[in-house]
Protein backbone atom coordinates (compact mmCIF):
# COMPACT_ATOMS: atom_id res chain seq x y z
CA UNK A 1 0.00 0.00 0.00
CA UNK A 2 1.08 3.58 -0.61
CA UNK A 3 0.77 5.82 2.15
CA UNK A 4 0.99 9.40 1.93
CA UNK A 5 1.90 11.97 5.51
CA UNK A 6 0.67 15.71 5.08
CA UNK A 7 3.53 17.71 6.62
CA UNK A 8 5.90 20.56 6.59
CA UNK A 9 9.26 21.09 5.39
CA UNK A 10 10.50 20.84 8.81
CA UNK A 11 8.93 17.85 9.49
CA UNK A 12 9.17 15.82 6.14
CA UNK A 13 12.57 14.37 7.09
CA UNK A 14 11.10 12.76 10.42
CA UNK A 15 7.79 11.63 9.07
CA UNK A 16 10.41 10.00 6.28
CA UNK A 17 12.40 8.43 8.69
CA UNK A 18 9.67 7.48 10.46
CA UNK A 19 8.14 5.14 7.28
CA UNK A 20 11.63 3.97 6.65
CA UNK A 21 11.73 2.64 10.26
CA UNK A 22 8.26 1.22 9.40
CA UNK A 23 9.19 -0.59 6.57
CA UNK A 24 9.29 1.64 3.46
CA UNK A 25 12.38 0.68 1.49
CA UNK A 26 12.35 4.67 0.51
CA UNK A 27 10.54 7.57 0.45
CA UNK A 28 9.29 10.27 -2.14
CA UNK A 29 8.84 14.02 -0.83
CA UNK A 30 6.87 16.38 -2.57
CA UNK A 31 8.02 20.40 -1.14
CA UNK A 32 7.38 23.28 -2.81
CA UNK A 33 10.43 24.78 -0.98
CA UNK A 34 12.62 22.51 -3.53
CA UNK A 35 11.89 23.63 -6.64
CA UNK A 36 13.68 27.43 -7.13
CA UNK A 37 12.58 30.35 -7.40
CA UNK A 38 13.30 31.59 -11.31
CA UNK A 39 14.15 34.53 -10.13
CA UNK A 40 16.76 33.59 -7.45
CA UNK A 41 20.32 34.18 -8.32
CA UNK A 42 21.72 30.20 -9.49
CA UNK A 43 18.14 29.09 -10.29
CA UNK A 44 18.51 26.86 -12.81
CA UNK A 45 14.75 27.63 -14.01
CA UNK A 46 15.14 25.93 -17.83
CA UNK A 47 15.66 22.34 -15.88
CA UNK A 48 12.26 22.51 -14.25
CA UNK A 49 9.06 21.89 -16.22
CA UNK A 50 6.95 24.89 -16.01
CA UNK A 51 4.08 23.01 -15.26
CA UNK A 52 6.01 21.64 -12.44
CA UNK A 53 4.30 23.01 -9.28
CA UNK A 54 0.79 22.74 -10.91
CA UNK A 55 0.35 19.10 -9.54
CA UNK A 56 2.28 19.47 -6.63
CA UNK A 57 -0.07 19.84 -3.21
CA UNK A 58 0.22 23.22 -1.36
CA UNK A 59 1.71 21.07 1.76
CA UNK A 60 4.46 18.74 2.05
CA UNK A 61 3.87 14.84 1.23
CA UNK A 62 5.90 12.24 2.37
CA UNK A 63 5.03 8.82 0.26
CA UNK A 64 6.12 5.43 1.89
CA UNK A 65 5.18 2.35 0.47
CA UNK A 66 4.70 -0.34 3.28
CA UNK A 67 4.61 -3.77 2.70
CA UNK A 68 1.71 -6.05 2.79
CA UNK A 69 1.05 -9.57 4.93
CA UNK A 70 0.00 -10.54 8.31
CA UNK A 71 1.45 -7.11 9.61
CA UNK A 72 -0.32 -4.94 7.22
CA UNK A 73 -3.19 -4.09 9.64
CA UNK A 74 -0.62 -3.56 12.26
CA UNK A 75 1.82 -1.43 10.68
CA UNK A 76 -0.80 0.75 9.54
CA UNK A 77 -2.50 0.89 13.03
CA UNK A 78 1.13 1.94 14.19
CA UNK A 79 1.65 4.64 11.74
CA UNK A 80 -1.64 6.87 13.09
CA UNK A 81 -0.66 5.80 16.69
CA UNK A 82 2.91 7.39 16.25
CA UNK A 83 0.75 10.68 14.34
CA UNK A 84 -1.23 10.86 16.77
CA UNK A 85 1.38 11.24 19.37
CA UNK A 86 3.40 13.47 17.18
CA UNK A 87 0.14 15.55 16.93
CA UNK A 88 -0.39 16.07 20.68
CA UNK A 89 3.14 16.84 20.92
CA UNK A 90 3.21 19.64 18.55
CA UNK A 91 1.91 22.60 21.43
CA UNK A 92 5.22 22.00 23.19
CA UNK A 93 7.49 21.34 20.04
CA UNK A 94 9.35 24.21 17.95
CA UNK A 95 9.53 21.94 15.35
CA UNK A 96 6.21 22.47 13.45
CA UNK A 97 5.01 19.27 11.85
CA UNK A 98 1.69 20.55 9.97
CA UNK A 99 -1.36 18.50 9.86
CA UNK A 100 0.12 15.34 9.71
CA UNK A 101 -3.11 13.84 7.73
CA UNK A 102 -2.86 10.26 6.35
CA UNK A 103 -4.26 8.95 2.84
CA UNK A 104 -3.69 5.59 2.16
CA UNK A 105 -3.75 3.94 -1.22
CA UNK A 106 -3.74 0.62 -2.37
CA UNK A 107 -1.00 0.03 -4.90
CA UNK A 108 -2.92 -3.62 -5.83
CA UNK A 109 -6.11 -4.80 -6.96
CA UNK A 110 -6.85 -6.97 -3.64
CA UNK A 111 -8.53 -5.51 -0.80
CA UNK A 112 -6.09 -5.89 2.37
CA UNK A 113 -8.52 -4.53 4.84
CA UNK A 114 -10.20 -7.98 4.67
CA UNK A 115 -7.60 -9.82 2.69
CA UNK A 116 -5.02 -9.18 5.77
CA UNK A 117 -7.26 -11.68 7.66
CA UNK A 118 -6.72 -14.33 5.93
CA UNK A 119 -2.72 -14.82 7.64
CA UNK A 120 -4.22 -13.45 11.63
CA UNK A 121 -4.79 -16.90 13.16
CA UNK A 122 -4.56 -17.59 16.93
CA UNK A 123 -1.29 -17.86 18.68
CA UNK A 124 0.10 -18.16 22.04
CA UNK A 125 2.20 -15.61 23.87
CA UNK A 126 4.14 -16.07 26.69
CA UNK A 127 2.85 -19.36 29.10
CA UNK A 128 -1.11 -18.97 28.95
CA UNK A 129 -2.22 -16.26 27.19
CA UNK A 130 -3.72 -17.27 23.73
CA UNK A 131 -4.69 -14.27 20.97
CA UNK A 132 -7.81 -15.57 18.91
CA UNK A 133 -9.17 -13.02 16.03
CA UNK A 134 -12.72 -13.60 16.26
CA UNK A 135 -13.40 -15.57 12.63
CA UNK A 136 -11.01 -18.47 14.03
CA UNK A 137 -11.89 -21.16 16.03
CA UNK A 138 -9.29 -23.19 18.42
CA UNK A 139 -9.58 -25.71 20.43
CA UNK A 140 -8.65 -24.23 24.19
CA UNK A 141 -6.09 -26.30 26.23
CA UNK A 142 -6.00 -26.42 29.72
CA UNK A 143 -4.73 -23.52 31.30
CA UNK A 144 -5.13 -21.12 28.46
CA UNK A 145 -6.53 -17.74 28.82
CA UNK A 146 -8.11 -16.29 25.99
CA UNK A 147 -8.27 -13.32 24.56
CA UNK A 148 -10.38 -12.75 21.35
CA UNK A 149 -10.01 -9.84 18.86
CA UNK A 150 -11.04 -7.69 16.18
CA UNK A 151 -8.79 -5.30 16.06
CA UNK A 152 -10.43 -3.35 12.97
CA UNK A 153 -7.94 -0.18 12.39
CA UNK A 154 -7.02 -0.04 15.85
CA UNK A 155 -3.49 -0.87 17.26
CA UNK A 156 -2.50 -4.27 18.47
CA UNK A 157 -3.18 -7.69 17.16
CA UNK A 158 -0.88 -9.03 19.28
CA UNK A 159 1.14 -10.08 16.50
CA UNK A 160 4.10 -7.21 16.43
CA UNK A 161 6.50 -7.34 18.57
CA UNK A 162 6.07 -4.41 20.42
CA UNK A 163 2.58 -5.68 21.84
CA UNK A 164 3.76 -9.41 22.54
CA UNK A 165 6.35 -8.53 24.74
CA UNK A 166 4.14 -6.17 26.73
CA UNK A 167 1.93 -9.36 26.69
CA UNK A 168 4.68 -11.45 28.32
CA UNK A 169 5.45 -8.89 30.87
CA UNK A 170 1.99 -8.00 31.26
CA UNK A 171 1.87 -12.00 32.51
CA UNK A 172 4.87 -12.34 34.10
CA UNK A 173 4.57 -9.21 36.56
CA UNK A 174 0.86 -8.77 37.42
CA UNK A 175 -0.94 -10.17 40.38
CA UNK A 176 -4.46 -10.71 40.66
CA UNK A 177 -6.52 -7.84 42.41
CA UNK A 178 -4.18 -5.35 41.17
CA UNK A 179 -5.48 -2.15 39.70
CA UNK A 180 -4.38 -1.22 36.12
CA UNK A 181 -4.25 1.38 33.83
CA UNK A 182 -3.44 0.97 30.13
CA UNK A 183 -2.49 3.98 28.45
CA UNK A 184 -3.12 4.19 24.46
CA UNK A 185 -5.17 1.20 24.75
CA UNK A 186 -5.75 0.53 20.83
CA UNK A 187 -7.90 -2.48 20.54
CA UNK A 188 -8.00 -3.22 23.75
CA UNK A 189 -5.81 -6.01 23.45
CA UNK A 190 -3.45 -5.26 26.75
CA UNK A 191 -6.64 -4.33 28.61
CA UNK A 192 -8.30 -7.73 28.29
CA UNK A 193 -5.45 -9.36 29.13
CA UNK A 194 -5.27 -8.09 32.20
CA UNK A 195 -8.58 -8.53 32.70
CA UNK A 196 -8.53 -12.15 31.87
CA UNK A 197 -5.22 -12.15 34.17
CA UNK A 198 -7.24 -11.41 37.25
CA UNK A 199 -6.65 -7.89 37.77
CA UNK A 200 -8.99 -6.19 39.99
CA UNK A 201 -9.90 -3.33 37.50
CA UNK A 202 -8.90 -1.80 34.54
CA UNK A 203 -8.80 1.67 32.98
CA UNK A 204 -8.12 1.93 29.50
CA UNK A 205 -7.12 5.10 27.82
CA UNK A 206 -6.82 6.70 24.37
CA UNK A 207 -6.86 10.15 22.76
CA UNK A 208 -8.44 8.46 19.22
CA UNK A 209 -12.25 8.10 19.08
CA UNK A 210 -12.10 5.49 16.92
CA UNK A 211 -9.81 2.99 18.88
CA UNK A 212 -11.77 3.84 22.25
CA UNK A 213 -15.13 2.58 20.00
CA UNK A 214 -12.52 -0.54 18.85
CA UNK A 215 -11.57 -1.40 21.96
CA UNK A 216 -15.08 -0.46 23.92
CA UNK A 217 -16.20 -3.78 21.39
CA UNK A 218 -13.23 -6.45 22.40
CA UNK A 219 -14.33 -5.44 26.05
CA UNK A 220 -17.92 -6.90 25.29
CA UNK A 221 -16.72 -9.35 23.57
CA UNK A 222 -14.24 -10.88 25.78
CA UNK A 223 -17.21 -10.28 28.57
CA UNK A 224 -14.70 -8.11 30.81
CA UNK A 225 -17.08 -4.73 30.33
CA UNK A 226 -17.38 -4.86 34.37
CA UNK A 227 -13.73 -4.73 35.21
CA UNK A 228 -12.44 -2.79 32.20
CA UNK A 229 -13.76 0.97 31.46
CA UNK A 230 -12.55 2.53 28.52
CA UNK A 231 -12.37 6.11 27.92
CA UNK A 232 -11.30 8.69 25.43
CA UNK A 233 -8.83 11.21 27.06
CA UNK A 234 -5.56 12.36 27.73
CA UNK A 235 -3.53 11.13 30.87
CA UNK A 236 -1.56 14.17 30.74
CA UNK A 237 -5.04 16.35 31.35
CA UNK A 238 -6.14 13.75 34.45
CA UNK A 239 -7.71 10.80 33.98
CA UNK A 240 -7.88 10.32 38.28
CA UNK A 241 -7.09 6.65 39.28
CA UNK A 242 -4.53 5.44 41.65
CA UNK A 243 -2.82 1.90 40.06
CA UNK A 244 -0.52 -0.54 41.01
CA UNK A 245 0.32 -1.62 37.46
CA UNK A 246 0.70 1.00 34.45
CA UNK A 247 1.10 0.04 30.70
CA UNK A 248 1.53 2.25 27.56
CA UNK A 249 2.90 0.00 24.09
CA UNK A 250 3.17 3.29 22.50
CA UNK A 251 6.01 5.48 21.45
CA UNK A 252 9.75 6.33 22.78
CA UNK A 253 8.39 9.86 22.82
CA UNK A 254 5.20 9.87 24.13
CA UNK A 255 6.74 7.52 27.17
CA UNK A 256 9.35 10.04 27.66
CA UNK A 257 6.14 12.79 28.18
CA UNK A 258 3.99 10.26 30.81
CA UNK A 259 6.57 9.48 32.75
CA UNK A 260 6.81 11.95 35.24
CA UNK A 261 2.58 12.22 35.02
CA UNK A 262 1.87 8.63 35.42
CA UNK A 263 4.23 8.88 38.74
CA UNK A 264 1.48 10.45 40.49
CA UNK A 265 -1.44 7.84 39.65
CA UNK A 266 0.95 4.60 40.76
CA UNK A 267 1.03 3.53 44.21
CA UNK A 268 4.35 3.53 45.60
CA UNK A 269 6.33 0.77 43.86
CA UNK A 270 3.95 0.44 41.47
CA UNK A 271 5.09 -1.10 38.11
CA UNK A 272 5.41 0.72 34.63
CA UNK A 273 5.42 -1.51 31.78
CA UNK A 274 6.36 0.12 28.41
CA UNK A 275 6.35 -0.57 24.52
CA UNK A 276 7.01 0.63 21.63
CA UNK A 277 10.76 1.86 21.62
CA UNK A 278 13.32 1.95 19.18
CA UNK A 279 16.29 0.41 20.55
CA UNK A 280 17.99 3.82 19.18
CA UNK A 281 15.63 5.73 22.07
CA UNK A 282 15.94 3.45 24.81
CA UNK A 283 18.54 5.65 26.26
CA UNK A 284 15.98 8.89 26.14
CA UNK A 285 13.49 6.16 27.74
CA UNK A 286 15.44 5.46 30.64
CA UNK A 287 16.71 8.65 31.32
CA UNK A 288 13.33 10.47 31.65
CA UNK A 289 12.51 7.15 33.79
CA UNK A 290 15.23 7.91 35.82
CA UNK A 291 14.48 11.43 36.26
CA UNK A 292 11.22 10.62 37.21
CA UNK A 293 11.96 8.35 39.77
CA UNK A 294 12.15 5.23 38.34
CA UNK A 295 13.91 1.81 38.49
CA UNK A 296 14.77 -0.50 35.85
CA UNK A 297 13.67 -4.06 36.88
CA UNK A 298 13.49 -6.13 33.37
CA UNK A 299 14.45 -5.37 29.99
CA UNK A 300 13.17 -7.14 26.81
CA UNK A 301 14.11 -6.88 23.04
CA UNK A 302 12.69 -8.44 20.05
CA UNK A 303 14.16 -7.10 16.38
CA UNK A 304 14.64 -3.79 16.95
CA UNK A 305 12.11 -3.67 19.50
CA UNK A 306 12.81 -2.40 23.36
CA UNK A 307 9.93 -3.30 26.30
CA UNK A 308 10.82 -1.78 29.48
CA UNK A 309 9.51 -2.80 33.14
CA UNK A 310 10.17 -0.06 36.06
CA UNK A 311 9.45 0.87 39.02
CA UNK A 312 8.26 3.45 40.94
CA UNK A 313 10.51 4.61 44.07
CA UNK A 314 8.30 6.08 46.22
Given at each position: ?????????????????????????????????????????????????????????????????LEGGENRAETLALLRARLNALQAEQAKSPLPMGTLALEVREVRDAD?????????KPFRVGKALVVKPTWENY????????????????????????????????????????????????????AIAAARL???????????????????????????ADVVKVVCGDLVKGEAMACDLAVANIVADAICM????????????????????????????????GKAGYTLVERAAQGEWVALCLRTGR
Amino acid sequence: MEVAVHTTTQGADLISGLLIELGSAGTQIADRADIPDPGSPGAYWEMYDEKLLEGMPEDVVVKGWLEGGENRAETLALLRARLNALQAEQAKSPLPMGTLALEVREVRDADWAESWKQYYKPFRVGKALVVKPTWENYDAQAGDVIIQLDPGMAFGTGTHETTSMCLELLEKHLTPGMRVMDVGTGSGILAIAAARLGTGSVLAIDIDPDAVKVAKENVELNGVADVVKVVCGDLVKGEAMACDLAVANIVADAICMLAAPLTRHLLPGGIFLCSGIIQEREQDVLDAAGKAGYTLVERAAQGEWVALCLRTGR
